[in-house]
């Protein structure tokens, strides 16, 4: 079996849009963990309303734990996009560190215009990007040490980005 790709990294750094790409580029369908929390759930900013961040990460564990009996055993590589709070727990980090593992790097100035009228991820609250420059301060190193691939995505297109994965993700299988 392909190692699954896992894609990890702040709030707004792209792993939903380039794991789109990603998985387009290879002929499967993204595995977004959000986006199945909300299919199944509802919103987010109503689940973090309801049962705090408790029951978000507890929903998100169990997307991940369950999107990895998905995994093909031939075929293209699952990719899958997680939130960028997920590699929070230890037994997320343990599903991440069984695929590859892309971290993609950015900063506050870059995710700046994509989080300023942000309604959808509830941690950012009245001011995203001081909130955004806090949280992305404590998880750094999580990001840093578990990363097989890490890309500076600052004055990348998310293309350019894609390309760069599935180039570095066949030189290592090979
Ligand atoms: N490298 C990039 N260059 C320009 N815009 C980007 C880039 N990566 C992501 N975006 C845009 O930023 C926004 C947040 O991206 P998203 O994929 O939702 O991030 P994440 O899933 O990491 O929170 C989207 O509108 C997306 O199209
Ligand atoms: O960083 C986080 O804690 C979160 C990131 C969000 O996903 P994105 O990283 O895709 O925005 C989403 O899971 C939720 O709002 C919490
Ligand atoms: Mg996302």
Known sequence: MSAPIFLIGP????????????????????????????????????????????????????????????????????????GGGAVLAAANREIIARGFCVYLFTDALTVAPRIGADTTRPLLGGTPLESWKQIFATRSETYESMATLRIDTRAKTPAQIAELILTAYSDAEH
């Open 11 to 82: 709030m707004a750094s792209g792993k939903s849009a380039v794991g789109a790409l990603v998985a387009a580029l290879l002929g499967t369908e993204l595995i977004d963990t959000d986006a199945r929390v909300v299919a199944a759930h509802g919103d987010i900013p109503s689940i973090f309303a309801a049962g705090g961040e408790p029951r978000f990460r507890a929903l998100e564990a169990q997307v991940l734990s369950d999107a990895v009996k998905e995994w093909p055993t031939s075929g293209p590589p699952a990719v899958i996009a997680t």
